[in-house]
């Protein structure tokens, strides 16, 4: 494999500035591509060349990929990153790309077919003795079948898309009542986002905790784990908060989970930078649920706390090189949190909020990071995914963690807006969060909807500790946090 020069990020925002950001130190010349809305965005700014894709919406730039190519070849690459998102896990790009003769900085175009297909993973698992969710391992093709599984496995059940994550195309189902209309919404769902509205049963484990574990793998046969993530604060089945290591797990368990993730990548023949993710129920049972094969959003915290970069390991695998370490080398080194910031009204069941940032000033300070697409003049539109920033945090340990994500937060200013920062804040206050005793329901138990309020037990010191600056309302255990007051200049300019 040829060493990289020059290579295209097929991309946009704060993960668009991140691979610019680890290719330009490896001497490596980027290339952005941009939507119409995205002209003047960061990553256009920052990187050495960058090229038009003529569209507004995704359907008509960052997923066409026809433009990509002409213009990966225009610009004269030599590779191209998918980031995360939009054509990152279709095995048709990546074949696409080295069909085109360029480098893929991901797994082979035949891994992400095997592993992209919720369903082809699971049954490729399930003969390697590998424990997953019970549940189907081919799509559902009607009612009658969907009613045998359902009540074989027992209720609660998720309908889930064969093709894609994040959420979309996801339904628990309580009921055989309910599922005809769930597989229906999940299908259409799944087929707008993914084009392809297959679906599949899995039982829904309750209460259970959210685990990755992040591999590497080269073209040597070389494969390792970096420990794991937890991410269980999640909202529409979409992660807000992760931290690693996480709480939950013993060495022993790191260890065992650690081993199943590279077995699994071993069983694929998987290359490259991937995320292997498990539910862990509350008896420390651990169950496959699918591979990301892509580098994942929350990768930070694993950067912090094992002190190395994944997108730079993602290029020299890319290249043909050995991994730059083994896993005798890998240690844990402190705490790290991860706080994503989205443009939602967090106080109005965090739905999107759109309009043009007016100010912004994110934290800073020893142990703090900000991975951002934004900038003051950016417009923020109903178009792409209202993820903006990333603020991730190192403590020495997970109380000062905590605590220094706390004063990050605080600090963190947007104007132009709303933001999940305020939700994020009263995370890192509640004491399922502290105790690290919270699950995959945390935000569902404790949100309390268009109210913008997050329910804390009132007894709680930490509550007591906030009275000083939040007003609690009489005989309630709900702390309001909006305390970020709109600007008069903001309202002026509502009013214009």
């Known amino acids: 494999m040829k060493k990289i020069n020059k290579?295209?990020?097929?991309?946009?925002?704060?993960?668009?500035?991140?691979i610019?950001?680890?290719?330009?130190?490896?001497?490596?010349?980027?290339?952005?591509?941009?939507?119409?809305?995205?002209?003047?965005?960061?990553?256009?700014?920052?990187?050495?060349?960058?090229?038009?894709?003529?569209?507004?919406?995704?359907?008509?730039?960052?997923?066409?990929?026809?433009?990509?190519?002409?213009?990966?070849?225009?610009?004269?690459?030599?590779?191209v990153h998918p980031?995360?998102?939009?054509?990152?896990?279709?095995?048709?790009?990546?074949?696409?790309?080295?069909?085109?003769?360029?480098?893929?900085?991901?797994?082979?175009?035949?891994?992400?077919?095997?592993?992209?297909?919720?369903?082809?993973?699971?049954?490729?698992?399930?003969?390697?003795?590998?424990?997953?969710v019970p549940g189907t391992t081919k799509p559902i093709n009607n009612l009658d079948e969907a009613i045998t599984v359902a009540s074989s496995i027992g209720f609660p059940v998720l309908i889930k898309a064969s093709g894609g994550g994040g959420g979309k195309g996801m339904r628990r189902v309580d009921s055989v009542e309910e599922l005809n209309n769930a597989i229906d919404r999940a299908k259409n769902e799944a087929l707008k986002s993914f084009s392809d509205d297959s679906v599949y049963i899995e039982k829904y484990i309750v209460n259970p905790?959210?685990?990755?574990?992040?591999?590497?793998?080269?073209t040597h046969g070389n494969v390792i784990h970096l420990g794991e993530r937890e991410c269980s604060v999640q909202r529409r089945h979409q992660k807000v908060v992760e931290e690693c290591p996480s709480m939950a797990l013993t060495a022993d368990l790191r260890a065992r989970m650690g081993s199943t993730a590279v077995d699994i990548a071993k069983a694929a023949g998987y290359v490259n930078a991937g995320t292997m993710e498990f539910l862990l129920d509350d008896q420390k049972n651990f169950y496959f649920l699918e591979v990301n094969t892509r580098v994942q959003v929350e990768?930070?915290?694993?950067?912090?706390?094992?002190?190395?970069?994944?997108?730079?390991?993602?290029?020299?695998?890319a290249?043909?090189?050995?991994?730059?370490?083994?896993?005798?080398?890998?240690?844990?080194?402190?705490?790290?949190?991860?706080?994503?910031?989205?443009?939602?009204?967090?106080?109005?069941n965090f739905l999107p909020s759109t309009g043009t940032i007016t100010?912004?000033?994110?934290?800073?300070?020893?142990?703090?990071?900000?991975?951002?697409?934004?900038?003051?003049?950016?417009?923020?539109?109903?178009?792409?995914?209202?993820?903006?920033?990333?603020?991730?945090?190192?403590?020495?340990?997970r109380t000062e963690a905590i605590e220094k994500m706390k004063r990050a937060l605080r600090e963190y200013k947007i104007n132009g807006v709303k933001t999940t920062i305020p939700f994020c804040e009263l995370v890192m206050y509640h004491p399922e969060f502290v105790n690290g005793t919270y699950d995959i329901n945390f935000v569902a138990k404790h949100y309390l909807g268009p109210e913008s309020k997050l329910s804390l037990p009132e007894s709680t010191a930490?509550?007591?500790?906030?009275?000083?600056?939040?007003?609690?309302?009489?005989?309630?255990d709900i702390i309001n946090t909006n305390r970020y007051p709109e600007s008069k200049w903001k309202q002026q300019r509502r009013n214009e």
């Open 359 to 397: 100010h912004y000033q994110p934290s800073e300070g020893l142990g703090v990071r900000n991975d951002s697409g934004i900038r003051v003049g950016s417009e923020i539109t109903m178009y792409y995914d209202p993820m903006i920033a990333k603020l991730v945090v190192l403590g020495r340990d």
């Open 83 to 132: 980031g995360y998102g939009f054509l990152s896990e279709k095995e048709f790009f990546a074949k696409s790309v080295t069909h085109a003769g360029f480098i893929f900085i991901g797994p082979r175009s035949e891994t992400i077919g095997l592993l992209g297909s919720k369903t082809s993973a699971r049954d490729l698992l399930l003969k390697k003795n590998i424990p997953i």
């Open 209 to 218: 905790k959210h685990i990755e574990i992040q591999i590497l793998a080269d």
């Open 319 to 348: 290249q043909g090189e050995k991994l730059s370490f083994t896993q005798n080398e890998v240690s844990i080194h402190g705490h790290a949190i991860e706080c994503r910031i989205y443009a939602e009204e967090y106080d109005n």
């Open 299 to 317: 990768h930070p915290i694993t950067e912090m706390v094992y002190g190395l970069d994944i997108i730079k390991e993602q290029i020299r695998i």
């Open 20 to 79: 610019h950001r680890s290719a330009k130190e490896m001497g490596i010349v980027t290339v952005a591509v941009y939507s119409d809305p995205d002209r003047t965005a960061p990553h256009v700014l920052l990187c050495d060349e960058a090229y038009p894709l003529h569209g507004v919406t995704s359907a008509e730039s960052y997923l066409d990929v026809a433009k990509i190519l002409e213009i990966a070849e225009r610009a004269n690459v030599d590779a």
């Open 462 to 476: 930490i509550a007591s500790a906030l009275v000083s600056e939040v007003q609690l309302p009489d005989k309630h």
């Open 7 to 18: 290579m295209l990020i097929a991309n946009r925002g704060e993960i668009a500035v991140r």
